[in-house]
């Protein structure tokens, strides 16, 4: 007999279904028993009248289950199955469980979910926030690839940074010391200049950064474009924008049932604001007498800011834009309107920064230029600079954190709830 999924049972005609999966609850009467089993893709309502059966069932094993499928209003979903028979495939050996998974809520920290991330999955409300950054990578893929836009994969081990070695991983390469990279930033620029025009990475990222905050991780997913031939950033916020309002429709197409589980809804996104970083600086002293770093939001700065542009625009992003060249990475093209300016922004989503983005110099000799105004040898980063020579087109692109987008649009408290398995200043295994 052929499996059936449990997501398939509504729109089956055969009275008889084969099952597998996993041992999610047991409940005991009088001379028969509930047992709820769950799969990948749902749970449901299993009926067993034979005792010794039930008693050598424990939760959390894997089985096999044939029985006949049973219309019942009362039943969950108005479906269950009465089993004929039922074969262990998957032994369990503990005592006790780590922690309970099928009641309303987790009666475990973050940190012990993650210590035992194996078990806390089988949660299926755990395991949907995976299904929503499936798709949003899924999203983002067929949006650019409909756009003309290529993928690309680049090398994770280089020879010198993009944005600065101190906060850096460093790799014994045989007889070389390299490092982990920090973005894809130098080759996609380079495959922007070698003809693609239009390119786009979904990769892993690293930065060595001592921070233990809900926000921060040190290896993530970054979700990378650059794009050749455009006028301005206005054309990069513009692509950004339509990209998460293609992306929420996505979302409620594909993981409807993800979203309802988790309690999100996701309405049509409007235009997003563009601010300038000085304007919004000026506005959190008025409004809220909160100073800013120079040249820059801290994490109590965006939390305020965006709570300022929900009630003013009803919006949960917003651009900042015109940052400073001394706050940006020494490849950043400077504004020609406003001195010691850039033609730079970040996004900000629910307080939380998602996206940096702008245009990049794109001048042989005002990029070996601004290197030495960095303190950086164009010298050490030939492999990247003489690209330039060869009419490298006016380019810029942005990075999306797929963990944050992850986190802020399920409403997650910590980062790590987005992230499949961390890895932060503390934590290595599993």
């Excluded at 054309?235 to 309002?245: K, N, T, V």
């Amino acid at each position: 007999m052929k499996r059936t999924l449990i997501c398939q049972l509504p729109d089956m005609e055969e009275k008889e279904v084969l099952l597998k999966g996993w041992i999610f609850k047991i409940k005991k009467f009088g001379n028969f028993s509930f047992v709820t089993l769950r799969d990948k893709t749902g749970l449901v309502q299993l009926v067993l009248d034979d005792a010794k059966e039930i008693n050598d069932l424990k939760l959390e094993m894997s089985v096999e289950v044939k029985g006949n499928l049973e219309r019942n209003i009362k039943a969950p979903k108005g479906l269950e199955i009465h089993v004929r028979s039922i074969k262990v495939v998957g032994c369990v050996y503990y005592d006790l469980l780590p922690f309970s998974i099928n009641q309303s809520k987790v009666d475990a920290s973050l940190e012990k979910e993650l210590d035992y991330r194996y078990f806390s999955l089988r949660r299926p409300d755990r395991r949907a926030v995976f299904k929503v950054q499936q798709e949003i990578i899924e999203a983002f893929r067929g949006y650019l690839i409909g756009r003309g836009f290529s993928e690309i994969h680049t090398p994770k081990i280089i020879s010198s940074g993009t944005e600065g070695g101190s906060e850096m991983f460093t790799v014994n390469y045989f007889e070389t010391r390299t490092f982990l990279a920090q973005s894809p930033q130098f080759y996609k620029q380079m495959m922007v200049g070698a003809g693609f025009e239009s390119v786009f990475e979904i990769g892993h990222a690293y930065r060595a950064e001592p921070h233990n905050t809900w926000r921060h991780l040190n290896e993530y997913v970054s979700l990378d474009i650059e794009m050749g031939f455009i006028e301005d950033e206005e054309e990069l916020m513009a692509l950004e924008e339509g990209y998460i309002q293609y992306l929420f429709k996505h979302l409620n197409q594909t993981c409807k049932e993800e979203l309802e589980l988790l309690k999100i809804e996701l309405t049509e996104l409007k235009e997003i604001p563009r601010i300038p970083l000085k304007e919004a600086q000026d506005i959190l002293v008025k409004e809220y007498d909160k100073n800013s770093p120079t040249g820059n939001l801290d994490a109590e700065g965006e939390m305020l800011f965006s709570q300022y542009i929900k009630e003013k625009y009803q919006s949960d992003f917003v651009f900042l834009t015109k940052y400073p060249e001394s706050k940006r990475p020494m490849y950043t093209l400077p504004d020609d309107e406003l001195k010691g300016m850039t033609k730079s922004f970040d996004l900000i989503y629910k307080g939380l920064e998602i996206t940096t983005g702008g245009l990049r110099i794109h001048d042989y000799e005002k990029l070996s230029a601004n290197m030495v105004k960095f303190g950086a040898k164009p010298e050490d980063f030939s492999f990247y600079l003489d690209g330039f020579k060869y009419g490298m087109p006016p380019h810029g692109g942005f990075a999306i954190g797929l963990e944050r987008i992850t986190m802020k649009i399920l409403n997650l408290e910590n980062i790590r709830q987005s992230t499949l398995l961390p890895r932060d200043i503390k934590r290595i295994e599993p």
